[in-house]
Every structure is written in structure tokens, then in C-alpha cells.
């Protein structure tokens, strides 16, 4: 049973770095969101791919940020000039396509974002 | 920011004993989602209801899509140390296309032997 796998799991980078995450959605998945999660709240929503297409952005998602999901398979969230308030846990779900009324999203185990 | 208020923000149970919990949103929903959280990990998907009344029952856990549409509730019932975590609800509006949700800011539930 493959759920949905992010890379890497943890991730402890200086101020001012580039950071890159990877998601696996589960195969079959085409729809695969973005969300951040901090301490003591759900999460909310970044950015939501249908294949390859990016199709919707939140506004949390500041021009530091940017997505892609190149061959409507696995997608990377990069952050660019990280800054002490990225720190977060940064989580990916994925959907399947069909049935428009049923979202169940799952969701991987997340990549722990901590900006020194 | 998130637009759902989920209450109790924490529960302090004995094991053996019911919880509820329950979520409310400004705006109509025509999705309502609870997950489960463990430390460290991501969110489990526990039950799923997409209609207004719908009671929807997965083991010991009980969930109900409000009439109103802008509410929905959680039951556990006789609780079991494994049933410690954080659990969310989460929605989707009627005025969203693509399906992204919104979350509550969660429930910690405690059980105590």
C-alpha cells in the first residue's frame, strides 16, 4: 500500500537558504495540494495542482515561493531566501479524479521546515 | 486564515468514556472531513460526509453533517488510550471549484487509564 510519501521529513536550514520539498501523491491520484501547517493550528491551504496544471495559488504563497508538478506525477515546493517565519510543517495531499462531490484528500507525513 | 471554529480546544477523558466534538464555519460547506493527527505526522482521513443530515459511523466514531450545512460533529465512544491525538475537522465551501480545504485549528483529546 503506497500512500502518499514527501522528502525529506525534516529540514533545518539558515536564514536566507533555498529549501526544495518533494511529494509522491499515491499513482492513481491526479489532484495534489499543498498546505502548511504551524504549531497549534490545522493546516492551510498553499497551491493545488490538476496534472500538471497549477491551478490554484493562496495568498500565502508569496513570490518566494514557488511550485511544480512537471509531468503530472510528483511536484516540489521550493522557498526561496527563507525566512524565520517559514518555519512550519509543510504537508502535501492527494485526490483522485471522478467523482465530484467526494474529496477525500490524503495526506503525507509532512517535511518539518526549521529556519535558524 | 482558517475560517472554521473547532470546540473543545482540548479534552482531559477517561478511558472508557464518550467524547464529542464539533465545528462550525461561516459559509455553506458541501464537504465535511475529520482527520486524525499524531505528533510528527501528517493528518489520517477518519470519516468523510458530503450530505446535509448525513451520520456516517466508522468503528467507535460517529460523525454527523449539520442540516444547516455549516456544522458538523464527531463522536468517539468508549474511548481507548489510542485514541490520544489531535483531531481536525475540515471543509469544503460550495463557492470552491477545486476542492482545497479549510481546517479547524483541532481538538486534543487525552485519555487517561
Known amino acids: 500500500d503506497t500512500g502518499v510519501s514527501q522528502d525529506p521529513r525534516h529540514k533545518i536550514t539558515k536564514r536566507g537558504q533555498n529549501v526544495t520539498f518533494r511529494c509522491d501523491p499515491i499513482?492513481?491520484?491526479?489532484?495534489l495540494y499543498w498546505y502548511r501547517q504551524t504549531l497549534g493550528q490545522g493546516p492551510e491551504f498553499l497551491t493545488y495542482?490538476?496534472?500538471?496544471?497549477?491551478?490554484?495559488k493562496s495568498r500565502l504563497l508569496s513570490d518566494r515561493f514557488s511550485a511544480e508538478r512537471p509531468k503530472g506525477s510528483f511536484s516540489t515546493l521550493e522557498i526561496q531566501r527563507t525566512e524565520q517565519g517559514d518555519s512550519a510543517m509543510y504537508l502535501c495531499?492527494?485526490?483522485?479524479?471522478?467523482?465530484?462531490?467526494?474529496?477525500?484528500?490524503?495526506f503525507g507525513p509532512g517535511t518539518r521546515l526549521t529556519v535558524l | 486564515g482558517q475560517q472554521l471554529n473547532q470546540s473543545p480546544q482540548s479534552m482531559f477523558i477517561q478511558e472508557g468514556e464518550d467524547v464529542s466534538m464539533n465545528c462550525t464555519s461561516s459559509s455553506i460547506f458541501n464537504t465535511w472531513l475529520w482527520y486524525k493527527q499524531d505528533p510528527g505526522e501528517g493528518p489520517v482521513l477518519l470519516i468523510a460526509l458530503y450530505k446535509a443530515g448525513e451520520l456516517t459511523s466508522n468503528g467507535r466514531l460517529t460523525a454527523q453533517f449539520g442540516i444547516t450545512r455549516k456544522d458538523s460533529f464527531l463522536n468517539i465512544s468508549a474511548s481507548i488510550p489510542s485514541d490520544v491525538g489531535i483531531y481536525f475537522c475540515a471543509g469544503q465551501s460550495s463557492t470552491d471549484s477545486w476542492g482545497k480545504l479549510q481546517f479547524g485549528a483541532g481538538t486534543q483529546v487525552v485519555v487517561t487509564p
Open positions: 495542482f490538476q496534472n500538471e496544471a497549477q491551478l490554484e
Open positions: 495531499a492527494s485526490r483522485q479524479e471522478g467523482q465530484r462531490y467526494y474529496n477525500e484528500q490524503f
Open positions: 499513482s492513481e491520484h491526479n489532484r
